[in-house]
């Protein structure tokens, strides 16, 4: 038997460590929040106007998910109930503006803008406290939570014109 140890590998060591580095221990940039948050305050500015498309809305729907996933991680706490409040009024204006079988969009009463808007403002701040792959792990668990529930995910580029399916889901036929 042999007395020599494995040398040691670090578990960072795969790529570029400045790389690893940036992407683990860095917060977001003002730049990179911007382009997150950027198509959520038009997909607002559209509903408030009273012409938001049934995806901006679902926009903004994720966005309050991500919003709430990242306060269940514990990586910034304490605005949970501001987020739910947000989420109902989400939910509700979602609610009336499909009741007709097709998207029609409705009116926006004035505490769920309000709602909504708090919870814009209150997601750049826990943008600002992230990093890179605690974001990505966050998009990972709202994405796999939604597909085991049989929703439907979509990706979407930032001008919201390339909307297609996240994947697509394969049916068995059985004989």
Not at 12 to 37: C, D, F, M, Y
Not at 143 to 157: F, L, N, P, T, Y
Request: net charge positive.
């Amino acid at each position: 038997m042999s007395s020599r140890r494995k040398p040691f590998r670090s578990r960072w060591a795969k790529g570029n460590p400045l790389q690893v580095i940036n992407r683990h221990g860095t917060h977001l940039t003002a730049a990179e929040v911007a382009s997150i948050i950027d198509p959520v305050r038009a997909c607002f500015a559209q509903i408030r106007a009273g012409t938001a498309t049934e995806l901006q809305a679902t926009v903004l729907h994720t966005t309050l998910l991500i919003s709430q996933e990242i306060e269940r991680g514990g990586i910034v706490r304490g605005l949970a109930e501001h987020i739910d409040s947000a989420r109902v009024a989400c939910e509700a204006y979602f609610a009336r503006s499909i009741s007709a079988g097709t998207w029609r969009p409705s009116a926006v009463h004035f505490h769920e803008l309000d709602a909504l808007s708090v919870s814009i403002d209150l997601h750049i701040y826990q943008l600002q406290q992230l990093t890179s792959a605690e974001l990505d792990e966050i998009k990972r668990k709202v994405i796999a939570r939604a597909q085991s529930s049989g929703r439907e995910v979509i990706a979407a580029d930032t001008d919201l014109g390339n909307a297609r399916p996240y994947r697509y889901r394969k049916t068995k036929v059985h004989a």
